[in-house]
């Protein structure tokens, strides 16, 4: 005989607020800005200069380097700007944003001169804006992750020659991603449009395909006796 019934009341786990990232409706409005450290082979550690695109992840510059220098940072900027078509003392009614980190190669004299002469605003993450860089963070990892930790690079050089011959170009021109409904980075920032119901035929003709191909092929050394057509 039960004296006393006891309910414990189930806990959940509270969801973490993440808050609005940061969006743009169109290339070119805001750009990331990191650089990300790699060792290769011989025991040294290359620098891998990034710029991205924020709506389509576009990687719009990139540069190795042997040290974190100005120099080589303010050439990803101005590389970016001028595939961007974007003209010195051009006048627009909303500047660009170029969102860094608090490191010396983004803020320095240099980087305001060359910024100075274009629509340009250089904001530096979790200082002048609440957000991180978290986007380029992310770009770091997939770039070292699925591509240069699978390979043995052995010096700079190589580390170089593999980002301009298969990471860079793969990354923007072939891989699609779910942020982007499918479309790759470069389609993204050439403004391609997304066919929603072309997609969804897609999905379904796979879904189906799918069904056909698991009802005509069985697994090998099934357990239940089951034999491959």
């Not at 009614?93 to 170029?98: A, G, M, Y």
């Not at 608090?102 to 979790?126: H, I």
């Not at 119901?197 to 799918?210: C, G, T, V």
Request: overall charge positive.
């Amino acid at each position: 005989m039960e004296l006393m019934i006891l309910k414990r009341k189930k806990f959940k786990k509270p969801k973490k607020e993440s808050g609005d990232g940061l969006r743009t409706n169109a290339p070119d409005e805001k750009w990331h800005a990191d650089i990300t450290e790699f060792k290769t082979a011989d025991g040294r550690t290359s620098y891998i200069y990034l710029v991205m695109d924020n709506f389509s992840r576009y990687i719009t510059s990139w540069r190795v380097a042997d040290r974190v220098r100005a120099k080589v940072r303010i050439e990803t900027f101005e590389e970016t700007i001028i595939n961007a078509g974007i003209e010195p003392n051009q006048k627009q009614t909303e500047k660009t944003e170029l969102i860094v980190d608090g490191g010396t190669e983004n803020n320095n004299k240099a980087v305001t001169t060359l910024l100075k002469k274009y629509p340009v605003d250089k904001l530096v993450a979790l200082k002048d804006i609440l957000k991180s860089n978290s986007m380029t963070e992310s770009l770091n990892k997939i770039i070292k992750y699925d591509y240069l930790y699978l390979r043995n690079i052995h010096d700079q050089s190589e580390l170089e020659k593999i980002l301009r011959k298969i990471v860079v170009p793969d990354y923007n021109d072939k891989r699609p991603s779910v942020q982007l409904f499918g479309l790759t980075p470069a389609e993204a920032y050439g403004r391609k449009t997304v066919n929603f119901k072309k997609i969804r035929e897609k999905m379904i003709d796979a879904h189906y395909k799918r069904i056909s191909y698991n009802q005509t092929h069985a697994c090998l050394g099934c357990p239940f006796g089951c034999k491959q057509n």
